[in-house]
C-alpha cells in the first residue's frame, strides 16, 4: 500500500508541475523528501512483521487525534 501511496504523490507532483501550480522550491524540497520515502516503502513489509498490530494501530490512532486537534486548533487561533 505504501507503494501506491508513493506512486500517487509522484502522479499528483507532475501534475501540479504541468498545472504550474508547483514552484522550484517545492520541487527541491520533493526531490530531498524522496530518498526518505523509498526508504519508507522499502522497509515498511519488514517491519510490520516484527511490530504488534494492536499497539501499532494504538500508536497511530493517537498521533492522527493529535495531528487533527492541532489542525483544529490552528483554525480558530
Known sequence: ???FFLVG???SLAALTVAG???THALQR???LAPAAVAGVLLSRPLTRR???RRTRAVAT???VAGASVLVAR???
Open 21 to 23: 501550480t508547483v514552484g
Open 9 to 11: 504523490s509522484l502522479m
Open 62 to 64: 493517537v498521533l492522527v
Open 30 to 32: 520533493a526531490a530531498l
Open 51 to 53: 511490530l504488534n498490530p
Open 75 to 77: 483554525q480558530f487561533v
Open 1 to 3: 500500500m505504501s507503494a
